[in-house]
C-alpha cells in the first residue's frame, strides 16, 4: 500500500510564503508525475502544478512565477514553494502521487489534504 503525508500548510498574510510538503511511503518501486492539487470552498478542485520523474514541471496559469513545484526522488517527497500568497490561494491544498509499487501494482494516490489560508 502507499501512503500520501503532506505538512506545512497555515495561516498567512497576502504577500507571504508557505512551504508545503507531501512524503510518499510503502512499498514503493517507482513514483512518476507528482502533483499538487486545490480545492476552495464552492468550487471543484484544480490542479495548480505537477513534476514528473526527470523533473519536467508544469503550472496553473495563475501561480506560474509565483509556485515552484520540486521533488526529492531519494525521499519519494514533492514539495510546493509558495509565494506572494493571495487571498484567491486559499484552498485545501492535496498532493497526488502515479506510483508503481511491489505486487506489480500502479496507481493514483491522494494525501488528506492541508488548509492554506492566506489573509489579513
Known amino acids: 500500500q502507499v501512503q500520501l503525508v503532506e505538512s506545512g500548510g497555515g495561516l498567512v498574510q497576502p504577500g507571504g510564503s508557505l512551504r508545503l510538503s507531501c512524503a510518499a511511503s510503502?512499498?514503493?518501486?517507482?513514483?512518476?508525475?507528482m502533483g499538487w492539487h486545490r480545492q476552495a470552498p464552492g468550487k471543484q478542485r484544480e490542479l495548480v502544478a505537477t513534476?514528473?520523474?526527470?523533473?519536467?514541471?508544469n503550472y496553473e496559469d495563475s501561480v506560474k512565477g509565483r509556485f515552484t513545484i520540486s521533488r526529492d526522488n531519494a525521499k519519494n517527497t514533492v514539495y510546493l514553494q509558495m509565494n506572494s500568497l493571495k487571498p484567491e490561494d486559499t484552498a485545501v491544498y492535496y498532493c497526488?502521487?502515479?506510483?508503481?509499487?511491489?505486487?506489480?501494482?500502479?496507481?493514483?494516490?491522494w494525501g488528506q489534504g492541508t488548509q492554506v489560508t492566506v489573509s489579513s
Open positions: 510503502g512499498t514503493i518501486l517507482r513514483i512518476y508525475t
Open positions: 513534476i514528473t520523474s526527470l523533473g519536467s514541471t
Open positions: 497526488n502521487a502515479d506510483v508503481f509499487w511491489s505486487g506489480g501494482y500502479r496507481g493514483s494516490y
